[in-house]
């Protein structure tokens, strides 16, 4: 209870002696009416803000929606796709049709390239290679005991592949590629060119390779960009794939293709009636996919960094906003696309509408204010600062040690033994640490004398920063420290000595370039309650007593016992 009454005094008085510098009573009064104004204006700044994020979120969202339905139908017949071949290896039909399909394709599979067609006006013909080709890599694999049913399920899907292409408004090509050696395409029904370069282009597509069962655990749906072929131009299109696993054995990849023509359509279906901001849609690797922007001027392009923050944002949520410079940039993923749309609204946009407006009316009123309040701050401030700054400076340089910025001997003593007599008056512990480093000579010998001084540096960098607000560190001789420990008994005090101690030697100073040196110190410990003697010099010629018996034991130790051989 004592020990807590002393310190509250101590920043009590610490308190007071701030208090009465104008400088800071000028700088108070000023920060006060400034906070207040500022307070102020930013409440009216956060809500006329979060107004304005709802609203580019709100747009976002109706255009995010409105792309995903027109997605959505594509996916849901993908996925139906998905379930009619799994459906029809399970149990395939019994018609004589798919029975000599079957045994067709038994007579032609070692061919190079084969074809098997049931009837090409209701069903796409499967286009295959040999059982040489899919040898070769171990990521195909034409199973015997599955093969069959697998070709009868193909020739089934195939009639609804070929009725979904008839009807497709979006996607301009569906296909499922069998890991067996063969493929079933919507834009390929009378196919009689190179069927290996063909296959061998859809199998070593991404969206083929990253659905085996290490890439795509969750069997989802997942979208790619794929690179141009000879039989579909030089246009890149965007291709969503599922893959086919039934009996935890991977048949194949159903996919749909869609080109940026088409994408750049339903982009801009969307957002039609939208005319502020430029909508851009992305894959997940910030791929720009498609544009609102229908204009000849250029679009809103992102560089790196940029890019990177972007990315970042997104990666933490489903929907936001970030600010990039002058733009606000909120954007939105879809449910039914592995990609992200992003609206971008340009401070000029900003500042024509009735947010900018409000914004700017704000703005220059608390700048007006704070232009005001500033010119009188530094008016009034000016005439007290000169006043104090000579006076502070000649009275740290008299208090402190320059090196060391710790005390200096003189203030020191001073301090102590105003300490020291409080700590009488109010019966309170009061201990001294005597500290010396070991060899010091040896350092200024060998490294110089600069290096000595980062030593001593160093050292009273890791002494300050060991001890508590109210206690007071000097440096009293070359290498010599002392520090006073009011309100710490004996052995508060001698752990506090061992702390320092074990800083100091478990650190390497680097004293010149990549040479590092690691020093120890030795300490010495009193205290008054050992004889009720509170004078200070006593108690350090005391500690200075123990500090040389800690030389003369070994160095890099305390000794806080006249006995003690630690």
């Known amino acids: 209870m004592q020990r807590d009454t002393f310190v509250v005094r101590q920043s009590f008085l610490q308190w007071l002696h701030k208090r009465s510098n104008p400088g800071l009573i000028v700088n108070l009064c000023f920060l006060i009416v400034l906070v207040f104004s500022t307070l102020l204006t930013w409440r009216e700044v956060v809500v006329l803000e979060e107004a304005y994020i709802s609203s580019q979120r709100n747009h976002l ?27 029809a290896i399970q149990m395939p039909l019994a018609f004589d049709v798919l029975q000599n ?32 080709f899919v040898e070769k890599t171990t990521l195909l694999n034409r199973d015997p005991d599955r093969i069959s049913h697998e070709i009868s399920a193909a020739l089934e899907v195939g009639y609804l592949l070929r009725l979904a292409s008839t009807r497709a408004q979006t996607e301009s090509r569906a296909t499922y590629v069998s890991r067996a050696g063969f493929f079933l395409s919507t834009d390929t029904p009378d ?52 893959p086919i696993y039934f009996d935890h054995y991977w048949y194949g990849v159903v996919a749909m293709d869609f080109a940026l023509s088409t994408m750049q359509r339903l982009l801009a279906d969307a957002t039609e009636d939208r005319t502020e901001g430029e909508y851009q849609l992305y894959d997940t690797r910030l791929n720009m996919i498609a544009t609102s922007d229908r204009s000849e001027k250029p679009v809103n392009h992102f560089d790196e960094r940029e890019t990177a923050q972007i990315a970042q944002a997104i990666e933490n949520d489903t929907g936001g906003g970030i600010r990039l410079g002058s733009r606000f940039v909120s954007w939105e993923r879809l449910n039914h696309f592995d990609g992200v749309v992003l609206r971008i609204h340009t401070l000029h946009e900003g500042v024509q509408d009735d947010f900018g407006s409000i914004s700017i009316v704000l703005a220059l009123m608390w700048a007006l204010f704070t232009a005001m309040l500033l010119i009188s701050w530094l008016v009034i401030r000016r005439m007290v600062s000169n006043m104090y700054t000579l006076q502070h400076s000649l009275q740290w340089q008299a208090w402190h040690d320059p090196l060391t910025r710790l005390n200096n001997r003189g203030a020191l003593f001073d301090r102590a033994k105003l300490l020291s007599e409080t700590c009488r008056q109010q019966s309170l512990p009061f201990s001294v640490i005597q500290i010396d480093l070991d060899n010091f000579k040896s350092i200024n010998d060998r490294f110089g004398h600069q290096a000595g001084d980062k030593v001593l540096s160093h050292t009273a960098g890791l002494i300050a920063s060991t001890l508590r607000k109210n206690d007071v560190a000097g440096r009293v001789g070359g290498e010599e420290f002392c520090i006073v420990l009011p309100g710490l008994g004996l052995e508060e005090a001698r752990g506090v000595a061992e702390r320092i101690r074990c800083r100091i030697n478990s650190k390497e100073i680097l004293v010149k370039k990549s040479m590092t040196l690691r020093i120890s110190a030795s300490l010495g410990v009193s205290s008054a309650q050992e004889n009720e003697n509170y004078d200070f010099e006593q108690l350090q010629s005391v500690a200075d007593a123990r500090l040389y018996n800690a030389k003369q034991g070994g160095r890099n130790r305390v000794v806080w016992h006249d006995h003690d051989k630690k």
């Open 191 to 242: 196919l009689a060119g190179d069927i290996t370069s063909r296959y061998y282009h859809l199998v070593t597509q991404p969206w083929f390779t990253q659905q085996s069962e290490r890439n795509n655990r969750a069997r989802a749906v997942r979208w790619f960009i794929s690179t141009p072929s000879s039989w579909t131009g030089e246009e890149r299109t965007i291709a969503a794939s599922v």
């Open 101 to 132: 399909a079957v045994s067709r394709f038994n007579t032609v599979r070692k061919q190079p390239t084969w074809q098997i067609a049931v009837d090409k006006k209701r069903t796409l013909p499967i286009n295959g290679v040999s059982d040489a």
């Open 61 to 87: 969202e109706t255009v995010a929606s409105s792309l995903d339905r027109q997605l959505q139908n594509s996916v849901d017949r993908m996925l139906l796709f998905r379930q009619g071949i799994r459906d």
